[in-house]
Nanobody, 127 residues
């Protein structure tokens, strides 16, 4: 198993945007439910967004709803997180995670459900 690889993080001013990408090398990517989590300094890892393997089911944390958009391109084995209207409280290391599943419409909010994790990408939002 090869872990996912995140990219796209960086430093941005409040109100700005970033697009995070997560490339997964699993040949079975289209059978993986994907999730984004984040961890701020001194805080526990928290759920951000998740998407089913089919892409048809999506869920967001209340804190990012209306500002972040998760999507996936199964042909490119990649999942994206478009983050708009960023706030200083969005500052964190963002992690991508995958879960092999036979349920094409299922997504997962609990980090314990996922079996592969990326190394993370830092997002810093300045005020």
């Amino acid at each position: 198993q090869v872990q996912p690889v995140e990219s796209g993080g960086g430093l941005v001013q409040a109100g700005g945007s970033l697009r995070l990408s997560c490339a997964a090398s699993r040949r079975t990517f289209s059978r993986n439910s994907m999730g984004w989590f984040r961890q701020a300094p001194g805080k526990e890892r928290e759920f951000v967004a998740a998407i089913s393997s089919s892409g048809g089911s999506i869920v967001y944390a209340d804190s990012v709803k209306g500002r972040f958009t998760i999507s996936r391109d199964n042909a490119k084995n990649t999942v994206y997180l478009q983050a708009n209207s960023l706030k200083p409280e969005d500052t964190a290391v963002y992690y991508c995670a995958s879960k092999l599943t036979y349920y094409s419409s299922s997504y997962y909010l609990n980090s314990a459900e996922y079996d592969l994790w990326g190394q993370g990408t830092q997002v810093t939002v300045s005020s």
